[in-house]
Antibody, heavy 122, light 107 residues
């Protein structure tokens, strides 16, 4: 059974750096084809894809936030970490990690964490 | 980045109705499209992938169709548990993108 769980601070201040951890089980990021993404959702708004990391340490970021995001993995701990610099109140959102379906390079997301709400104070 | 546009943004329907949601891509994405259902306070749930393949465990009243730039999600005989927000998502390119969502409300 695949499970993912996000963890990190519930509240950060403007200009600070956010660090979120996705802890997962039921699959390994050392398996060829495995990928984990981060997606966020501001309150009452749509989903926004942020970043992905694959088994081969390939990393891709959404164009609009590329300069602020870093994704990394710790395969021994079964964790994926996302850092976002220079946080702003508009970054207030629920942040999800999700697994990309086996056998696909780019999508879809077949397993999701429950999400973690991050509020940015000014 | 590939823009995804859903219509309508919201609709009202009754239990037993058939509803259809449309998703348009800014460029051809072949059939690299997924549909998700999201209920308040919950993570999205994968319903359909590859435009028309039903995810395991999802009721057969959900059907997806389309290719290229135009796609539809249909729900036959709407059930009380189907009232939710639905999102399309393309995975043609590494820069995945979602539609803005369609909320299905009780009439």
């Amino acid at each position: 059974q695949v499970t993912l769980r996000e963890s990190g601070p519930a509240l950060v201040k403007s200009t600070e750096t956010l660090t979120l951890t996705c802890s997962f089980s039921g699959f390994s990021l050392t398996t060829s084809g495995a990928c984990v993404s981060w997606i966020r959702q501001p309150p009452g708004k749509a989903l926004e894809w942020l970043a992905v990391i694959d088994w081969d340490d390939g990393k891709f970021y959404t164009t609009s936030l590329k300069t602020r995001l870093t994704i990394s993995k710790d395969t021994a701990k079964n964790q994926v970490v996302l850092t976002m610099t220079d946080m702003d109140p508009v970054d207030t959102a629920t942040y999800y990690c999700a697994r990309i379906r086996d056998g696909y390079s780019f999508g879809p997301f077949d397993s999701w964490g429950q999400g973690t709400l991050v509020t940015v104070s000014s | 980045d590939i823009q995804m546009t859903q219509s309508p943004s919201a609709l009202s329907a009754s239990v037993g109705d058939r509803v259809t949601i449309t998703c348009r891509a800014g460029q051809s994405i072949d059939t690299w499209l997924a549909w998700y259902q999201q209920k308040p306070g919950r993570a999205p749930k994968l319903l359909i992938f590859d435009a028309s393949s039903l995810e395991s465990g999802v009721p057969s009243r959900f059907t997806g169709s389309g290719s290229g730039t135009e796609f539809t999600l249909s729900i036959n005989s709407l059930q009380p548990e189907d009232f939710a927000t639905y999102y399309c998502q393309q995975y043609k390119s590494y820069s995945r993108s979602f539609g803005q969502g369609t909320t299905v409300e009780i009439k």
